[in-house]
């Protein structure tokens, strides 16, 4: 990423936490009007957990992922609280304007100060259930979720045929070797027919993650283990991922297509094609998605499966004729209520759907991003065995 990218990003970052670090502070521990020391205390590890957020993005670009990783397990889970604080605290503060709309404020200021304090209570333990909740979910096993695809042109001979979808695991501070490790030998253990990975595997170089990422190269799978990049992997020198995981054993599908499980003349199987992440257009490297490139030439009657990390590709899937898309991306909103807005940048969210004759199926994610937290979003090792029909 260039320094004028990250800047940027900087300045958001720096903008936005300290906005709503000052929404908190002011609603839950001046209007709560807190008594000392536990207003100077409550005020002082705001603003250090505001500082330390920006910090530690600082961090996880520059610094060695031994160091990046102590703040990073701070500054994250805090992330994931600050979120369910704000949400909460908005919720009340709506319906306080509403309650107040009606029945009119506390006419006294004490009873002001009562309810202030009643309502910063309330909101923190609310936030703090959830927050429980959503670090017991995202640092919990990850479930194997079995989905049954039916395809009309998958040939008789393959029905049954399985694919484990890996995807979004964001290896980087706080997801390391230790959850690989583990995330290969319950792949293997389903012996599957045929293991994708549909990006975003990492959150840092070659360098940084070489070790962390190296069990990959034990991942088993009759028809071969492929890869497509995703955003993240363009904001960690996705040149560089793109070499090493070849060297790693895993094949790499860059606006191509390969012929899975038939003869070699390309008879009885199907076709697997994979195509780069929406955002490399962006990046000057000569990578950017181009579905059609990856379709051209094949023979129409032949089952094409793509794999896309943005469900968004799935548009110029169906106009290509594709049978079923695996996508990831959304990661199902991960916190919610954040699924309730993935409409407005992605077609489809989580699950299996049916897009003008293709089917999508767009996984939840295996890691995480940011917090290590999942709720109502619970990641997942998908197996999808697919049906002749």
Known sequence: MSVTRILVALSIIVTL????????????????????????????????????????????????????????????????IMFF????????????????????????????????????????????SLSVAALTSGLGPVAIKKVRVPLARLPKALDGFRIVQLTDIHV????????????VARTNALTPDLIVITGDLVDGSVHELREHVAPLANLRAKHGVFFVTGNHEYYSDAVAWVAHLGSL????????????????????GFDLAGVDDATAHGFGIGHGTDVAAAAA????????????????AVFEAAKAG?????????????????????????????????????????????????PPMRLGAPAEITELSLVAV
């Open 17 to 80: 936490t300290g906005g709503l670090h000052y929404y908190l502070w002011s609603r839950l521990v001046r209007d709560a009007a807190l008594p000392q020391p536990w207003f100077r205390i409550a005020t002082g590890a705001l603003i250090a957990l505001a500082l330390i957020m920006p910090a530690t993005m600082i961090a996880v670009r520059f610094l060695p992922r031994s160091v990046a990783s102590i703040p990073a397990w701070i500054a994250f889970p805090w992330m994931g």
């Open 85 to 128: 604080l704000v949400v909460s605290l908005a919720a009340f503060d709506l319906a306080r304007v509403v309650g107040n709309a009606f029945a009119g404020p506390p006419a006294d200021a004490e009873r002001r100060q009562v309810v202030a304090r009643v309502f910063a209570g309330l909101v923190t333990a609310v936030a703090g």
């Open 172 to 183: 980087g501070p706080t997801i390391g070797k230790a959850f690989i490790d583990d995330l």
């Open 249 to 268: 054993g895993i094949r790499v599908l860059r606006n191509e297509r390969v012929a899975v499980a038939g003869s070699r003349d390309g008879d009885g």
């Open 297 to 312: 030439g094949r023979d129409p009657a032949r089952l094409l499966v793509l794999l896309a990390h943005q469900p968004k």
């Open 322 to 370: 594709v049978d079923l898309q695996l996508s990831g991306h959304t990661h199902g909103g991960q916190l919610w209520p954040f699924g309730y807005f993935v409409p407005l940048q992605q077609p489809y969210n989580a699950g299996l759907f049916d897009h003008e004759g293709t089917k999508i199926y767009v996984s939840r994610g295996t890691g995480y991003w940011g």
